[in-house]
């Protein structure tokens, strides 16, 4: 041991990088949580080739060839619909960049965060493996090699980039919007863990705020076993023995994964859920210290590690966990103890404490995809508190001294403990040239779940297809149902804050997880209603109702559990109460204790109580980013529409407001009845004594005046003097408003407007005076607020004239107590597909709560297009983003196999077809999707595209899966003749 202390403040970092967001598809697993299942139970992902797979591969002749592989199911396949990516563009995309970028969606979308609206600038830094798709490709596809070959500087630029690896990390920056660094690294077997340093360098240096990274090696072809040769390092089974004495070589597998990055404090700031911190990086390469050029180095990997330890500023006696290299060679293994021992006794001389595994003994060896796949294990394992077993393990490589070294062979299902201190673990990746890298990694730190206020819980779901949305109900529900301790205020959150909105969208409101689980697997029209619809940025009016509308306890549970609201209606009571002389909460949200009293149905106490809920309701909807179009009052109603739009102050309306009800209620009494009929049947019928004080609809309209005459016309009606089947109902009301009964409080109510400064409306108001909008002249004039005590209702006109302004998608929100505006909305002649009648609170007669109705509106308002601020929903509580079940794509094969076949399809029924030669040999551009919004507003593919991309799957020709072979063979010769050469160097 050289130094027993802690390493000196300069060599440590300020701060760590929280991981928040991963994803991957490994061999036997198609996403982290199986991964870690088959991990945890000791499975392998390596796979037998089924006999005569390849029929037409002279491989499986060879004596030597060995029947295994380690793939990702499916890897050919690829929802580019979701994308915006026709399917010319998908065939031609190498597969790798395909999956990496559907796990780079993700990957974000398990961090809870919308993938292309991410907040602050999102960097990328990821490799691929070599393409051998377009190897694959070359060999069967004549026309493809004479386009390729052209492609620079005229060309087939779409093949070129379609491709290469330099555009895998941008490809995922332009689809998904990010605006930070875009970078491909490459470096080999270790790539995907530099591009993991690269990114907590970049994080460190505030060049991005959030980051993706990771790595993807997919090959070409698919299940197809490999040639063992003597001393390579190739095993001759198929089975990586990782530190075994029978170590004979590892097996290469496909896999990708891509992590997401978070400076710690930041992530804890925002309440992201950690998998794990990353407190130190090292990264290096051999130089030329070493027996060749692929051959791994003491010195180097060591320098790596020391460097990471340094970083973090730890020792290393605190690291309880290994995740090796370990590709299973007799030579390589004990070269990386060597290393790792020679790093730990810098500041440890303890022997045998820290366990160690190896990913590639379940998995293969995933080339530039192993260290992501390294990084992801060992945070599932930090998370589960639990260090999976490796594989294949009997007895020790005889050249590994672990009896005198920090390390212990993990080959058992191991529970974490760590009494000291957090549990810690190191990852490494050590690439074929000489780049190491190392990271240490740390248990997230504690985090507390908080109880919510809120009795009930909005679960917003949507998708591209009825399809994916049943699909991930499903999955939600059962994540729910296997995961009870979950918080349900925390699941809605993220799904609001965390998702991006599509076409097909299901709401459900619970209480607990239990009735989420079951709504969500009910499919319920009524429970769990789905909407198909486009519609976003939808106009929304506000109407406010008139007085009638109040009763006792109306909005009590919202005002007990949204502190907007509750903030609101707080300011306004106080401003009544030197007007009313009394707080009007004590009325409106009585005692439970308190005796029965019928004050609140006065006209002087209705109108300000009114007021008071229609105004602090629409300032909560506005703190919810619901932005009215246009607003309607009915009667005092717009009051309520002027205070919100700026014409009056809040306090100067409560005034008017209180003023109005003490006026009208100082008057003679009168009544009331609502008649159907229109106001041109209507008119000539009535009495002298009698006037229409609303057209509320197209055929309905109230009549007022003294109580005799309404007695005696509804006597009229009823006997039918006025023609069969004219409903008529007198109503429940102690003065004739709207009437020249109103005459007396005009002058007195005039007097004291014209004492208030008056503002032209900054949101568009449909006089329900005038049914026109309310221009400037008109809000500012105080006859106008006085005149609207006596004149006629024209709820119906300003409502027609409303809709003659939207021809397409309108939602209609009533902003008051119970629901008779919204009854009377929808007597307007609606397009019931594209306007919708919402109401902010139940009807005084339902059972609903106040929250359970008002959130499932807010479910609607967002199925119906409305923009709202989800950060806003759960405000004045502490509220955490989970890691939830993620998008379902709806993958479909696209590959250039389809193609060939449906191109000799067609020259066997038209040959001179084989023989026309283009006019050019560039092809034409293919159209690009738009990147704004990244996803769904791309254009679908043309239906005969779509159709070309369902061909059965077909066998290469025969030629292909040998060049392919060839290809891969000779990559890997170059790597066998250097571990020879080092084989006999040692033996010697």
Same mark, same amino acid.
């Given at each position: 041991?050289?130094?027993?202390?802690?390493?000196?403040?300069?060599?440590?970092?300020?701060?760590?990088?929280?991981?928040?967001?991963?994803?991957?598809?490994?061999?036997?697993?198609?996403?982290?949580?199986?991964?870690?299942?088959?991990?945890?139970?000791?499975?392998?992902?390596?796979?037998?080739?089924?006999?005569?797979?390849?029929?037409?591969?002279?491989?499986?002749?060879?004596?030597?060839?060995?029947?295994?592989?380690?793939?990702?199911?499916?890897?050919?396949?690829?929802?580019?619909?979701?994308?915006?990516?026709?399917?010319?563009?998908?065939?031609?995309?190498?597969?790798?960049?395909?999956?990496?970028?559907?796990?780079?969606?993700?990957?974000?979308?398990?961090?809870?965060?919308?993938?292309?609206?991410?907040?602050?600038?999102?960097?990328?830094?990821?490799?691929?493996?070599?393409?051998?798709?377009?190897?694959?490709?070359?060999?069967?596809?004549?026309?493809?090699?004479?386009?390729?070959?052209?492609?620079?500087?005229?060309?087939?630029?779409?093949?070129?980039?379609?491709?290469?690896?330099?555009?895998?990390?941008?490809?995922?920056?332009?689809?998904?919007?990010?605006?930070?660094?875009?970078?491909?690294?490459?470096?080999?077997?270790?790539?995907?863990?530099?591009?993991?340093?690269?990114?907590?360098?970049?994080?460190?240096?505030?060049?991005?705020?959030?980051?993706?990274?990771?790595?993807?090696?997919?090959?070409?072809?698919?299940?197809?076993?490999?040639?063992?040769?003597?001393?390579?390092?190739?095993?001759?089974?198929?089975?990586?023995?990782?530190?075994?004495?029978?170590?004979?070589?590892?097996?290469?597998?496909?896999?990708?994964?891509?992590?997401?990055?978070?400076?710690?404090?930041?992530?804890?700031?925002?309440?992201?859920?950690?998998?794990?911190?990353?407190?130190?990086?090292?990264?290096?390469?051999?130089?030329?210290?070493?027996?060749?050029?692929?051959?791994?180095?003491?010195?180097?990997?060591?320098?790596?590690?020391?460097?990471?330890?340094?970083?973090?500023?730890?020792?290393?006696?605190?690291?309880?966990?290994?995740?090796?290299?370990?590709?299973?060679?007799?030579?390589?293994?004990?070269?990386?103890?060597?290393?790792?021992?020679?790093?730990?006794?810098?500041?440890?001389?303890?022997?045998?404490?820290?366990?160690?595994?190896?990913?590639?003994?379940?998995?293969?060896?995933?080339?530039?995809?192993?260290?992501?796949?390294?990084?992801?294990?060992?945070?599932?394992?930090?998370?589960?508190?639990?260090?999976?077993?490796?594989?294949?393990?009997?007895?020790?490589?005889?050249?590994?001294?672990?009896?005198?070294?920090?390390?212990?062979?993990?080959?058992?299902?191991?529970?974490?403990?760590?009494?000291?201190?957090?549990?810690?673990?190191?990852?490494?990746?050590?690439?074929?040239?000489?780049?190491?890298?190392?990271?240490?990694?740390?248990?997230?730190?504690?985090?507390?779940?908080?109880?919510?206020?809120?009795?009930?819980?909005?679960?917003?779901?949507?998708?591209?297809?009825?399809?994916?949305?049943?699909?991930?109900?499903?999955?939600?529900?059962?994540?729910?149902?296997?995961?009870?301790?979950?918080?349900?205020?925390?699941?809605?959150?993220?799904?609001?804050?965390?998702?991006?909105?599509?076409?097909?969208?299901?709401?459900?409101?619970?209480?607990?997880?239990?009735?989420?689980?079951?709504?969500?697997?009910?499919?319920?029209?009524?429970?769990?209603?789905?909407?198909?619809?486009?519609?976003?940025?939808?106009?929304?009016?506000?109407?406010?109702?008139?007085?009638?509308?109040?009763?006792?306890?109306?909005?009590?549970?919202?005002?007990?559990?949204?502190?907007?609201?509750?903030?609101?209606?707080?300011?306004?009571?106080?401003?009544?109460?030197?007007?009313?002389?009394?707080?009007?909460?004590?009325?409106?949200?009585?005692?439970?204790?308190?005796?029965?009293?019928?004050?609140?149905?006065?006209?002087?106490?209705?109108?300000?109580?009114?007021?008071?809920?229609?105004?602090?309701?629409?300032?909560?909807?506005?703190?919810?980013?619901?932005?009215?179009?246009?607003?309607?009052?009915?009667?005092?109603?717009?009051?309520?529409?002027?205070?919100?739009?700026?014409?009056?102050?809040?306090?100067?309306?409560?005034?008017?407001?209180?003023?109005?009800?003490?006026?009208?209620?100082?008057?003679?009494?009168?009544?009331?009845?609502?008649?159907?009929?229109?106001?041109?049947?209507?008119?000539?019928?009535?009495?002298?004594?009698?006037?229409?004080?609303?057209?509320?609809?197209?055929?309905?309209?109230?009549?007022?005046?003294?109580?005799?005459?309404?007695?005696?016309?509804?006597?009229?009606?009823?006997?039918?003097?006025?023609?069969?089947?004219?409903?008529?109902?007198?109503?429940?009301?102690?003065?004739?408003?709207?009437?020249?009964?109103?005459?007396?409080?005009?002058?007195?109510?005039?007097?004291?407007?014209?004492?208030?400064?008056?503002?032209?409306?900054?949101?568009?108001?449909?006089?329900?005076?005038?049914?026109?909008?309310?221009?400037?002249?008109?809000?500012?004039?105080?006859?106008?607020?006085?005149?609207?005590?006596?004149?006629?209702?024209?709820?119906?006109?300003?409502?027609?004239?409303?809709?003659?302004?939207?021809?397409?998608?309108?939602?209609?929100?009533?902003?008051?107590?119970?629901?008779?505006?919204?009854?009377?909305?929808?007597? #307007? &002649?609606?397009?019931?597909?594209?306007?919708? %009648?919402?109401?902010?609170? =139940?009807?005084?007669? $339902?059972? !609903? *709560?106040?929250?359970?109705?008002?959130?499932?509106?807010?479910?609607?308002?967002?199925?119906?297009?409305?923009?709202?601020?989800?950060?806003?929903?759960?405000?004045?509580?502490?509220?955490?983003?989970?890691?939830?079940?993620?998008?379902?794509?709806?993958?479909?094969?696209?590959?250039?196999?389809?193609?060939?076949?449906?191109?000799?399809?067609?020259?066997?029924?038209?040959?001179?077809?084989?023989?026309?030669?283009?006019?050019?040999?560039?092809?034409?551009?293919?159209? #690009? &999707?738009?990147?704004?919004?990244?996803?769904? %507003?791309?254009?679908?593919? =043309?239906?005969?595209? $779509?159709? !070309? *991309?369902?061909?059965?799957?077909?066998?290469?020709?025969?030629?292909?899966?040998?060049?392919?072979?060839?290809?891969?063979?000779?990559?890997?010769?170059?790597?066998?003749?250097?571990?020879?050469?080092?084989?006999?160097?040692?033996?010697?």
């Amino acid at each position: 041991m050289n130094n027993a202390t802690e390493p000196t403040s300069a060599d440590t970092t300020t701060d760590s990088v929280a991981i928040i967001g991963l994803a991957g598809r490994f061999p036997g697993a198609d996403d982290a949580p199986t991964f870690w299942n088959n991990l945890a139970a000791g499975l392998s992902g390596v796979t037998d080739v089924p006999e005569g797979h390849n029929p037409d591969s002279s491989l499986p002749s060879h004596p030597n060839y060995v029947p295994r592989a380690a793939v990702v199911k499916d890897a050919d396949f690829f929802d580019a619909q979701f994308f915006g990516i026709y399917p010319k563009q998908a065939v031609d995309m190498d597969p790798q960049h395909r999956l990496f970028l559907e796990m780079a969606w993700h990957a974000m979308e398990n961090a809870g965060y919308v993938p292309d609206a991410a907040p602050g600038r999102v960097g990328v830094f990821a490799g691929c493996h070599m393409n051998t798709y377009i190897f694959t490709r070359l060999a069967a596809d004549a026309e493809f090699r004479e386009s390729l070959a052209d492609s620079y500087p005229g060309g087939s630029l779409t093949a070129e980039i379609s491709n290469d690896k330099d555009y895998l990390a941008t490809r995922v920056a332009y689809q998904l919007n990010l605006r930070g660094p875009s970078v491909a690294v490459q470096s080999a077997c270790s790539t995907s863990l530099v591009a993991i340093s690269q990114a907590c360098e970049n994080l460190m240096a505030r060049s991005c705020d959030m980051a993706i990274s990771g790595g993807v090696t997919v090959t070409f072809p698919q299940q197809q076993g490999y040639l063992h040769t003597e001393d390579s390092i190739l095993s001759p089974d198929g089975s990586c023995r990782t530190f075994d004495a029978d170590a004979c070589g590892t097996i290469f597998g496909d896999g990708v994964g891509a992590v997401v990055l978070k400076r710690l404090s930041d992530a804890i700031a925002d309440r992201d859920d950690i998998y794990a911190v990353i407190r130190g990086w090292g990264v290096n390469n051999d130089g030329g210290d070493k027996m060749g050029y692929t051959a791994p180095s003491v010195s180097g990997q060591s320098t790596a590690i020391k460097l990471a330890h340094r970083r973090a500023g730890i020792t290393a006696d605190t690291i309880s966990y290994v995740e090796a290299h370990g590709t299973g060679t007799l030579v390589g293994d004990p070269i990386e103890v060597n290393a790792l021992t020679e790093a730990f006794r810098e500041t440890t001389d303890k022997k045998q404490f820290c366990r160690i595994g190896s990913l590639k003994t379940n998995v293969g060896h995933l080339d530039v995809a192993a260290g992501v796949s390294s990084v992801i294990k060992t945070s599932l394992a930090l998370r589960h508190r639990q260090i999976p077993p490796m594989l294949h393990f009997k007895s020790p490589n005889p050249k590994i001294d672990f009896a005198n070294s920090p390390f212990i062979v993990n080959d058992k299902l191991t529970d974490w403990e760590s009494p000291t201190g957090p549990r810690r673990a190191g990852v490494s990746a050590f690439g074929v040239g000489g780049t190491n890298a190392h990271l240490v990694i740390e248990e997230a730190p504690a985090s507390e779940s908080l109880a919510s206020p809120r009795p009930c819980h909005l679960i917003r779901l949507s998708a591209r297809s009825l399809t994916a949305l049943d699909q991930m109900s499903d999955d939600l529900a059962q994540h729910l149902a296997d995961n009870n301790d979950l918080n349900l205020a925390d699941v809605s959150h993220t799904l609001q804050v965390g998702r991006k909105t599509f076409r097909h969208k299901r709401v459900v409101v619970a209480s607990d997880l239990p009735e989420a689980v079951e709504l969500l697997r009910s499919r319920s029209p009524k429970q769990a209603p789905t909407v198909d619809n486009r519609a976003t940025a939808t106009p929304i009016a506000f109407l406010f109702p008139g007085q009638g509308s109040q009763h006792i306890d109306m909005a009590r549970a919202l005002y007990e559990t949204e502190p907007v609201f509750a903030e609101h209606l707080d300011a306004c009571a106080e401003c009544l109460t030197p007007h009313l002389d009394l707080d009007l909460r004590t009325l409106v949200f009585p005692a439970a204790d308190a005796p029965p009293t019928d004050r609140l149905d006065q006209t002087e106490i209705a109108q300000p109580a009114l007021f008071m809920i229609s105004w602090a309701l629409g300032k909560w909807w506005q703190s919810l980013g619901v932005q009215p179009t246009t607003l309607i009052g009915h009667s005092v109603g717009e009051f309520a529409a002027a205070a919100l739009a700026g014409v009056m102050s809040m306090e100067d309306a409560a005034r008017l407001v209180a003023l109005r009800g003490r006026l009208m209620q100082s008057l003679p009494a009168g009544s009331m009845m609502a008649v159907q009929l229109s106001e041109e049947r209507l008119q000539p019928l009535l009495p002298e004594s009698l006037e229409i004080a609303a057209i509320n609809g197209p055929a309905f309209c109230v009549v007022s005046g003294p109580s005799e005459a309404v007695t005696a016309f509804a006597a009229e009606i009823e006997a039918g003097r006025h023609g069969e089947g004219i409903a008529c109902r007198t109503l429940r009301t102690s003065h004739a408003f709207h009437s020249r009964m109103m005459d007396a409080a005009i002058e007195p109510f005039e007097q004291v407007v014209r004492k208030i400064e008056l503002h032209p409306p900054t949101i568009p108001i449909v006089s329900s005076v005038t049914a026109l909008p309310m221009d400037a002249a008109t809000a500012t004039d105080p006859v106008y607020w006085a005149r609207q005590i006596r004149e006629p209702v024209r709820f119906s006109d300003a409502m027609a004239a409303l809709i003659a302004q939207h021809s397409g998608d309108l939602v209609l929100l009533e902003v008051g107590p119970n629901q008779a505006l919204s009854t009377l909305a929808r007597q #307007q &002649p609606l397009d019931t597909n594209r306007q919708h %009648v919402l109401s902010s609170l =139940p009807h005084v007669s $339902q059972t !609903a *709560t106040d929250t359970r109705f008002t959130v499932t509106t807010i479910g609607r308002l967002w199925q119906q297009g409305v923009t709202l601020d989800w950060t806003k929903v759960y405000v004045g509580e502490l509220r955490s983003r989970l890691h939830l079940p993620m998008y379902r794509f709806e993958r479909q094969r696209y590959s250039f196999e389809t193609d060939l076949q449906r191109g000799k399809t067609d020259r066997d029924q038209n040959p001179a077809a084989s023989t026309e030669k283009p006019a050019t040999s560039a092809p034409k551009p293919q159209p #690009q &999707p738009s990147p704004q919004p990244a996803v769904e %507003v791309a254009a679908e593919p =043309p239906v005969a595209q $779509q159709a !070309a *991309t369902t061909v059965p799957q077909q066998p290469l020709p025969t030629h292909t899966t040998s060049v392919a072979q060839t290809v891969i063979q000779q990559q890997m010769q170059l790597m066998n003749q250097q571990m020879t050469l080092l084989n006999q160097t040692r033996r010697t």
